[in-house]
């Protein structure tokens, strides 16, 4: 069974930096047929992806947060990291790690997410 | 980007309806389409890939379909645990971008 589970900050403040992890399990970060992605929602608000990574270290981010994320992976701990600079209370949002198909680049299954609140 | 956009914004449907929802790209992303079904509290579901291809113990009576740059999302016969936002998602190219979503309520 695949799993994936973020951990991290419940709260932060502005201008700090966010850091979540997702701990994977039911696959390894190493199959070249998958990888990890980053998904937000804010309250009452639509989904937005934020960045990806896959088994060759390959990236790829948000045009518009491009600038504030870095996303990083250790298949030995099945683990990936997302930090997020300089939050912003509008970053107030549910993040959720999910698994991505490479050939077809859909997105299955998805963490529970861990909401994340941005204030001082 | 690759904008996308759903119509309707929302609906109000009752149980046994057929209920079609709008999905367009801004440019042609051929069959790099999915859809998610999310409802409150919960992680999204995703329930068709690359436009049409049903994901595993999905019901039948949700189907997608197109190509290009217009797809649908029917299901055919709506049931109490349908009630809930469904997103579309492009994945010809990154940054992938969903739709702003449909929310389909109880009449």
């Known amino acids: 069974q695949v799993t994936l589970k973020e951990s991290g900050p419940v709260l932060v403040k502005p201008t700090e930096t966010l850091t979540l992890t997702c701990t994977v399990s039911?696959?390894?970060?190493?199959?070249?047929?998958?990888?990890v992605s980053w998904i937000r929602q804010p309250p009452g608000k639509a989904l937005e992806w934020l960045a990806h990574i896959f088994s060759n270290d390959k990236k790829s981010y948000s045009t518009s947060l491009k600038s504030r994320l870095t996303i990083s992976k250790d298949t030995s701990k099945s683990q990936v990291v997302l930090t997020m600079t300089n939050m912003d209370p509008v970053d107030t949002a549910t993040y959720y790690c999910t698994r991505i198909i490479a050939a077809a680049r859909h997105i299955d299954p998805w963490g529970q997410g861990t909401l994340v609140t941005v204030s001082s | 980007d690759i904008q996308m956009t759903q119509s309707p914004s929302s609906l109000s449907a009752s149980v046994g309806d057929r209920v079609t929802i709008t999905c367009r790209a801004s440019?042609?992303?051929?069959?790099?389409l999915n859809w998610y079904q999310h409802k409150p509290g919960k992680a999204p579901k995703l329930l068709i890939y690359?436009?049409?291809s049903f994901q595993s113990g999905v019901p039948s009576r949700f189907s997608g379909s197109g190509s290009g740059t217009d797809f649908t999302l029917t299901i055919s016969s709506l049931q109490p645990e349908d009630f809930a936002t469904y997103y579309c998602q492009q994945s010809y190219n990154t940054p992938i971008t969903f739709g702003p979503g449909t929310k389909v309520d109880i009449k």
């Open positions: 039911g696959f390894s970060l190493n199959n070249a047929t998958m990888g």
């Open positions: 440019q042609s992303i051929s069959s790099y």
């Open positions: 690359a436009a049409s």
